[in-house]
T-cell receptor
């Protein structure tokens, strides 16, 4: 069992839909990251969370430390949101990030 | 401010050849790391560094060497390339462990 699990692996949505991507982890962490990988391959960091909730534009990320679970929400999805979304755990006391396998999102116009 | 740069973008090697993938950052970050990304798998840590002169192994270090002589540069050396090293390689940097990581554009390596 991977230490960081994401679901779903693939997701197709219609433009305007509300999207949720889930991430569960089994290690103690200092932070949980959400990354976006564009179709061209570049990776950018979206959020870094250690508690609670963060919002940036149409993106919302939440984390429940007790349940070891995080979610990434996209409101009013748009075709330009099509990308792979990756969850990464920064385990406490180490420098070794652990990555989920990613959720491939396709938003149709 | 260029961020994290990687060269080359693409490379084809024959089995047994050696090469160095270059990575540089201009943000004065202490933490740098190398990852490989393979289909169906998450990014996997190869080697990392917490400062100049300090490196350590990650999850998949075999066949790779690193050094960190300056804060800015963190090259990854393939000593004797093997087809199993065909992958996309990303370099990343951050202020510290757990902080937001900034990724380079990646190097797509094919070993024949």
């Amino acid at each position: 069992k991977n230490e960081v699990e994401q679901s779903p692996q693939n997701l197709t949505a219609q433009e305007g839909e509300f999207i949720t991507i889930n991430c569960s982890y089994s290690v103690g962490i200092s932070a949980l990251h959400w990354l976006q990988q564009h179709p061209g391959g570049g990776i950018v960091s979206l959020f870094m969370l250690s508690s609670g909730k963060k919002k940036h534009g149409r993106l919302i990320a939440t984390i429940n430390i007790q349940e070891k679970h995080s979610s990434l929400h996209i409101t009013a999805s748009h075709p330009r949101d099509s990308a792979v979304y990756i969850c990464a755990a920064a385990p406490s006391g180490t420098y070794k990030y652990i990555f989920g396998t990613g959720t491939r999102l396709k938003v149709l116009a | 401010n260029a961020g994290v740069t990687q060269t080359p973008k693409f490379q084809v090697l024959k089995t047994g050849q050696s090469m160095t993938l270059q990575c540089a950052q201009d943000m004065n970050h202490e933490y740098m790391s190398w990852y490989r990304q393979d289909p169906g798998m998450g990014l996997r840590l190869i080697h990392y560094s917490v400062g100049a002169g300090i490196t350590d192994q990650g999850e998949v270090p075999n066949g790779y060497n690193v050094s960190r002589s300056t804060t800015e540069d963190f090259p990854l050396r393939l000593l004797s390339a093997a087809p199993s090293q065909t992958s996309v390689y990303f370099c990343a940097s951050s202020w510290n462990s757990g902080d937001t990581q900034y990724f380079g554009p990646g190097t797509r390596l094919t070993v024949l």
